[in-house]
């Protein structure tokens, strides 16, 4: 029996194996979702563009709290036209104010009327005590609420004045041109 001495001696003595490694460097791939979610956010916001354009969508920016906590002033709601005689109680619709006629109220509908004249609506805001002081009728229907997106009425809101400009376009403009400029510096 050879002793741990021995048996390390014979190893130590053993020819050590030359090995090439080849280092190769590889892309690193985006894992699926990612890419996913990127097609899927694009085509959806195309497909919004879409309805908006051919004025199947219309989106509307919320001024005042007369819906809360449904939505709030600064809030963003899309609503699509829907025959009148789809409505239900509760439907939440956007229509022409019968005091003005050019501003527009979004309201819930408490009410519904159908008499000689045809169908109306009697509204409420959730934040209101009491319903709206007038009746609305079917004409002035603009369309039926489906979906708020928060927040996103304040970013349209501030970028009609200067400094919203200022931050919205022309500072996002100057970090893109900046960092195309960094890097075109830095590769020479």
């Given at each position: 029996m050879r002793s741990i001495q021995e048996i390390e001696s014979i190893i130590d003595s053993l020819p050590t194996p030359r090995v090439r490694l080849k280092i190769t460097q590889?892309?690193?791939?985006?894992?699926?979702?990612?890419?996913?979610?990127?097609?899927?956010?694009?085509l959806c916001t195309i497909l919004v563009a879409l309805l908006v354009l051919t004025g199947m969508l219309q989106v509307f920016v919320v001024l005042s709290g007369?819906?809360?906590?449904?939505?709030?002033?600064?809030?963003?709601?899309?609503t699509v036209d829907a025959p009148v005689r789809s409505l239900q109680v509760n439907d939440i619709i956007t229509y022409r104010s019968?005091?003005?006629?050019?501003?527009?109220?979004?309201?819930?509908?408490v009410t519904i009327?159908?008499?000689?004249?045809?169908?109306?609506?009697?509204?409420?805001?959730?934040?209101?005590?009491?319903v709206d002081q007038y009746v609305v009728s079917s004409e002035l229907v603009v369309g039926r609420m489906v979906l708020t997106i928060p927040y996103v009425g304040h970013v349209a809101s501030i970028s009609h004045s200067v400094l919203g400009f200022l931050l919205l376009v022309l500072a996002p403009g100057i970090v893109v041109i900046g960092a195309e400029v960094f890097s075109i510096v830095k590769k020479k």
């Open positions: 590889t892309k690193r791939k985006k894992p699926l979702w990612k890419t996913l979610t990127v097609i899927g956010v694009s007369s819906m809360q906590p449904t939505f709030t002033a600064g809030d963003v709601i899309l019968p005091d003005t006629m050019k501003s527009l109220v979004t309201h819930r509908i009327i159908k008499g000689d004249q045809g169908i109306a609506f009697q509204t409420k805001g959730d934040a209101n005590e009491g």
